[in-house]
């Protein structure tokens, strides 16, 4: 008898011939997810992956696969001989009959050959429970399931379901360049663009010293947050003053925000083209702020044909908000060092941006080799599970 891990796929299901391409992306994503523990065993199927843990505690990888997208649920299961008392005596031994009070067996024969057909194995043992325990029978409300999966020479024994992350793994969607500021939305929005299976990398512009060293370590702190996720985040540290300060000397103050907005995008679109990354991810919202009426989307969005995601887009900020707490962001979002959208935000920026007004500003001054000064100058910053804590040390240290 052997201790399994059985990894169910969610929607990988419905994605024909690119399966074993979805399948292996996951495959690698457990490995990268579970490399602390050196020889383990996982293999994966068409229908599900299986971890053979050894002598491994078994509630801690539990607790670390909980958090890979693309799956859909996992349960703990024996893997035994496939003899007919084999199974029935483990069902007896391996399962806690007193947390229960009804009971089903179902029965799932992959092994067509197999000498007894489903039916009799779910009555057979069904049998055995109520005889040898005070549970009673319910088919349509049961408590405990017991779920006997028959393959070619073993069966696979388990009861409980745990519900897994869902989505698509990490990689199988391409690349996307999350919008980072540090505020609730963008850290929610790249979340959600991870669960649909998009690999994350982060642009974060900042203006010092008008935005303090404070900012961007909150934003690497977030990005700590990410490496429930992915193993290993690459972060864009975009310095924004000189581009910032041009737009603010030259342009018309109700349109500064705009402008700048569309030169945030500019970069980033530039960045996607260099590091072969298909799309910008942000978090803005219908309405939330002047920047993020459907007129300023035009507007903004007029720098560049790259779709850009914003996963956020119709969620209320409420609704926000509450996905922060439970990917744990939010507590980190909501210290108080602002981002330069903030610190530069003009009194009135317009929420209505004509097209032709935004042209007229641009041609006041040479933002092109602004920009390219924005691009030559990145500092590319790479976290993952190793480094994050001397990477916020080292910020920390920078601080004071
Ligand atoms: P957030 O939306 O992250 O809570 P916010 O509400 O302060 O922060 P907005 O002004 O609403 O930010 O900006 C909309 C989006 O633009 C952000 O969600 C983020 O994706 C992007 N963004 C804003 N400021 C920055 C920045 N300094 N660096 C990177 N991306 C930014
Ligand atoms: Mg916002």
């Known amino acids: 008898m052997e201790d399994v891990i059985l990894i169910r796929y969610g929607e990988l299901n419905t994605k024909g011939k690119n399966r074993k391409l979805f399948i292996d992306c996951l495959k690698d994503n457990i490995k990268k997810k ?4 050196p020889d383990l065993e996982i293999t994966a199927y068409r229908d599900r992956t299986y971890i053979f843990f050894k002598d491994y505690d078994e509630n801690k990888i539990l607790s ?29 031994e391996s399962i806690d009959f007193n947390k229960y009070k009804t009971f089903k067996v179902l029965t799932r024969r992959g092994d067509k050959s197999y000498p007894m057909i489903s039916d009799e194995i779910n009555r057979s043992i069904a049998t055995r429970v109520l005889n040898g325990t005070d549970l009673k029978v319910d088919v349509h409300n049961y408590g405990l399931g017991i779920n006997i999966d028959i393959r070619s020479g073993f069966a696979y024994i388990f009861s409980e379901k745990i519900n897994g992350a869902g989505g698509f793994p990490v990689g199988i969607s391409g690349k996307g360049l999350l919008m980072l500021s540090g505020g609730i939305d963008s850290p929610v929005a790249g979340y959600l663009a991870m669960k649909r299976g998009v690999k994350i990398e982060c642009i974060h512009f900042a203006s010092p010293p008008y935005t303090s060293k404070k900012a961007l370590h909150k934003v690497l702190e977030l990005v700590g947050k990410y490496l429930r996720y992915d193993n290993e985040f690459i972060v864009y540290n975009i310095p924004f003053t000189k581009l910032q300060l041009e737009i603010n000397n030259s342009c018309d103050n109700t ?35 002047a920047s993020q009426t459907l007129q300023s989307m035009v507007a903004i ?22 996905m922060a707490k439970k990917i744990d962001t939010y507590e980190t979002s909501i210290l108080p060092y602002e981002d330069c959208c903030t610190i530069f935000l003009p009194p009135h920026p317009i929420i209505a941006p004509k097209l032709e007004n935004v042209l007229k500003n641009e041609n006041k001054f040479d933002y092109e080799s602004l920009l390219d000064e924005c691009l030559n100058n990145i500092e590319r910053i790479v976290i993952n599970s190793n480094n994050i804590n001397e990477v916020l040390d080292i910020e920390e240290e920078n601080l004071f």
Do not use: H, W
């Open 34 to 37: 579970l490399d602390i523990y």
């Open 64 to 92: 670390d696969i909980k958090d890979v997208f693309g799956i859909q649920s996992f349960s703990l299961a024996k893997k035994v001989s496939d003899d007919y008392q084999v199974i029935e005596d483990t069902v007896m």
């Open 255 to 289: 349109y500064s925000m705009t402008i700048s907005r569309r030169m945030m995008y500019r970069i980033a679109d530039r960045l996607c083209e260099k590091q072969c990354i298909e799309v910008i991810v942000n978090g803005e919202s219908i309405a939330q702020v």
């Open 301 to 322: 969005n007029n720098v560049t044909n790259r779709p850009i995601i914003r996963p956020c887009v119709c969620l209320d900020k409420i609704e926000i908000i509450d």
